[in-house]
């Protein structure tokens, strides 16, 4: 089976970098993704890592470590509009397991 | 691209009735959908996975009578909660994968809030 773990809280301020991170076990790996959910909306796909390392998107970035298990999504020049619960999911085999998601607050 | 719908995004019935929610691929050709169910401050549950012209996979718990899947084309998948009672009331959310494996970023439809009375 899968077990994900992310931290459930997080406040951050304007303009600041706040990094999330997420923890994995798992029997499988095919991948680890990152969504934001704004409340009372589905999911939108950030970033998807599968090897090692850094994967940079505009404000948004994500880096893997297969070995220790571990990711975490990087935010820079928060705005308030980033305010919104951040889910890891893992892919293995045969499913998509998702974390229960950070809710970050991003403050003036 | 790779837009997926949702319909209704919102209902309301009496217990005992049966809801019907529609998931569509907009503007790609979607072998497997999934259907999630997430539970307010909770995470998203992986209820089934369905790919088009063959049975849905159901997930340990869920029980594939009361939840029927079809995915009868490449861009339609629905959902019926049959019987439905106040403890179906949820957040229902679609997705759907370009291919018929998982080697595909998964795309989430709007999601239908449930609300049983």
């Known amino acids: 089976g899968q077990n994900i773990d992310q931290p459930t809280e997080m406040t951050a301020t304007e303009g600041a970098i706040v990094q999330i991170n997420c923890t994995y076990q798992?029997?499988?790996?095919?991948?680890l993704f990152w969504y934001q959910q704004h409340a009372g909306e589905a999911p939108t796909f950030l970033s998807y890592?599968?090897?090692?390392g850094l994967e940079e998107k505009g404000r948004f970035s994500s880096f893997l470590s297969r070995s220790k298990g571990y990711s975490y999504l990087l935010l820079k020049e928060l705005q308030m509009k980033d305010s919104a619960s951040y889910l890891c999911?893992?892919?293995?085999?045969?499913?998509?397991?998702f974390g229960t998601g950070t809710r970050l607050q991003v403050t003036l | 691209g790779a837009v997926v719908s949702q319909h209704p995004s919102r209902v309301i019935c009496k217990s005992g009735t049966s809801v019907k929610i529609e998931c569509r691929s907009l503007?790609?050709?979607?072998?497997?959908m999934f259907w999630y169910r997430q539970f307010p401050k909770q995470s998203l549950m992986l209820m089934a996975t369905?790919?088009?012209?063959?049975?849905?996979?159901?997930e340990q718990g869920v029980e594939k009578d009361k939840f029927l899947i079809n995915h009868a084309s490449l861009t339609l998948s629905t959902l019926t909660v049959t019987s439905a009672h106040p403890e179906d009331s949820s957040f229902y959310i679609c997705?759907?994968?370009?291919?018929?494996?998982?080697?595909?970023?998964?795309?989430f439809g709007p999601g239908t809030r449930l609300t049983v009375l």
């Open positions: 997705s759907a994968t370009t291919s018929g494996s998982f080697t595909d970023t998964q795309y």
């Open positions: 369905s790919n088009e012209g063959s049975k849905a996979t159901y």
């Open positions: 999911a893992v892919r293995d085999a045969s499913k998509l397991t």
């Open positions: 798992t029997s499988g790996f095919n991948g």
């Open positions: 890592n599968v090897l090692d």
């Open positions: 503007d790609f050709q979607a072998t497997t």
